[in-house]
């Protein structure tokens, strides 16, 4: 599975922003997708995942209310639907597939995309 993430860009707080992950492989379908985002001088974080069907999500606890995940699977595709957007979310944020339903470090995911910046200014 080879993934690409775009749709970063700078926002002032309280904005939206959607970004999106393009994969191509035809394992994507029943891959479990995540988000992760790394900001400057920190580790990489866990974001949320959303299961191959798209029916079973979990998030961390900093962005439940704030983003959702979705895919389209006919568009071979994932999404992070960002609301509230707040200066700490500025961040490098990345997709990743292929790994197992719950987990949650980076190291549990095989194929990554390489990131796109999201730039929230208070």
């Known amino acids: 599975v080879q993934l690409q993430a775009s749709g970063g860009g700078m926002v002032q707080a309280g904005d939206s922003l959607r970004l999106s992950c393009a994969a191509s492989g035809h394992t994507f379908r029943s891959s479990l997708v995540a988000w992760f985002r790394q900001a400057p001088g920190k580790e990489r974080e866990f974001v949320g995942a959303i299961n191959g069907s798209g029916v079973r999500k979990y998030y961390a606890d900093s962005v439940v209310g704030r983003f959702t995940i979705s895919r389209d699977n006919v568009k071979n595709a994932a999404y992070l639907q960002m609301n509230g957007l707040k200066s700490e979310d500025t961040a490098v944020y990345y997709c990743?597939?292929?790994?197992?339903?719950?987990?949650?470090?980076?190291?549990?995911?095989?194929?990554w995309g390489q990131g796109t910046q999201v730039t929230v200014s208070s």
């Open positions: 990743a597939a292929n790994g197992r339903w719950g987990a949650r470090h980076p190291d549990g995911f095989a194929y």
